[in-house]
């Protein structure tokens, strides 16, 4: 019997490995009950291109609590804005084998509506 964090870790494995067939940029999120983490990672894995999350300064003096659904649409424009001005504009979205619901989806909205496509 697998419990949820092996689950959630096998389904990351699937969606990695069909991102690394693609051979394509993906925007990688890490969720944690008090922050969120975007990262936007190059073809081959190695690079980190941008980055964004709601631990950063700028982020936290706006927002009290960076783990709820406007502090991930926050982080989701960001992202997006870096990504943009990095020269990126088509991503393959790892959820890292979350629900899409929530913090993920307003993340992945808010990055969406500022530029970035899936």
Do not use: W
């Not at 991503?91 to 989806?105: L, P």
């Amino acid at each position: 019997m697998l419990n949820k964090k092996e689950t959630r870790q096998r389904r990351a494995r699937k969606t990695r490995a069909r991102i690394a067939e693609k051979k394509t940029v993906r925007l990688a999120i890490h969720r944690t009950n008090l922050h969120i983490y975007a990262q936007v990672i190059s073809a081959c894995g190695s690079k980190v291109l941008a980055s964004a999350s709601s631990a950063e300064t700028d982020v936290r003096k706006d927002l009290p609590n960076g783990g709820n659904i406007a502090a991930a649409a926050v982080v989701g424009k960001r992202i997006a804005e870096k990504a943009k001005s990095a020269g990126i504009t088509q991503v393959a979205f790892d959820r890292s084998g979350n629900r899409y619901h929530g913090r993920v989806k307003a993340l992945a909205e808010a990055a969406r509506e500022h530029g970035l496509q899936f």
